[in-house]
């Protein structure tokens, strides 16, 4: 498997870099601030609001493409860095995009919905079928949500995530070809993650 075999030229320790960096950053988003969203949308149409939320995509995409070829340019050492800072645009994408639905991302329910949504764009065929049943009918299925937000399954969230994005963002760490790779790579997850959003809080709203 090409991906298992590019994953074993990368130092372990790399690997724990990476999965602690997941970690501390999606949990950050869970109990921290930095990331919420302001205002959220009220008395709007659903039309309105997705027009919104396209133009709010496209800006990210733009910031994410810049971000991953400045990144990329710079090798290996510099790629790891690009790994937070990516992960952290992909979240806050996330808030804004649920706060202009007219959700409030200060709920923690709304939080578990958010990554929800991370895994179903990012995880394996198998898995996402899994998190889409998990989504379905939330109204109902978030009020039997833990109040303990560690209850979470996080070691499969992390896991999931970080072997579906490492065969992408392994080739944009080669100093060669770095660059170009890291302008489409970021601003393809970017846009796929934004139609998975869409589609997630579609489905609360139309019924």
Do not use: C
Not at 149 to 172: G, P
Not at 191 to 204: D, H
């Amino acid at each position: 498997k090409i991906q298992t075999k590019i994953n074993s030229w990368i130092p372990e320790k790399v690997h724990q870099a990476i999965t602690v960096t997941i970690k501390q950053m999606i949990r950050g988003v869970l109990f921290g601030a930095k990331h919420t969203s302001s205002h959220v949308s009220v008395g709007i149409s659903l039309r309105d609001r997705e027009d919104a939320v396209r133009k709010k995509i496209e800006s990210y995409r733009n910031t994410a493409a810049i971000e991953g070829g400045i990144t990329g340019a710079g090798g290996f050492l510099l790629g790891l860095a690009d790994f937070p800072i990516l992960l952290g645009i992909k979240l806050k994408l996330l808030f804004d995009i649920a706060s202009l639905y007219g959700f409030n991302v200060y709920d923690y329910k709304e939080r578990v919905y958010i990554l929800h949504i991370f895994e179903l764009a990012f995880s394996s065929d198998e898995h996402r079928k899994s998190v889409y049943l998990k989504m379905t009918d939330w109204e109902t299925k978030r009020n039997s949500l833990p109040e303990d937000i560690n209850q979470f399954d996080w070691r499969n969230f992390q896991q999931e995530y970080r072997d579906y994005i490492d065969l992408a963002k392994m080739a944009q760490l080669l100093p060669v070809i770095g660059a170009p790779v890291g302008v489409i790579v970021n601003s393809r997850l970017i846009k796929k993650l934004g139609i998975t959003a869409m589609n997630a809080y579609r489905m609360r709203l139309i019924k």
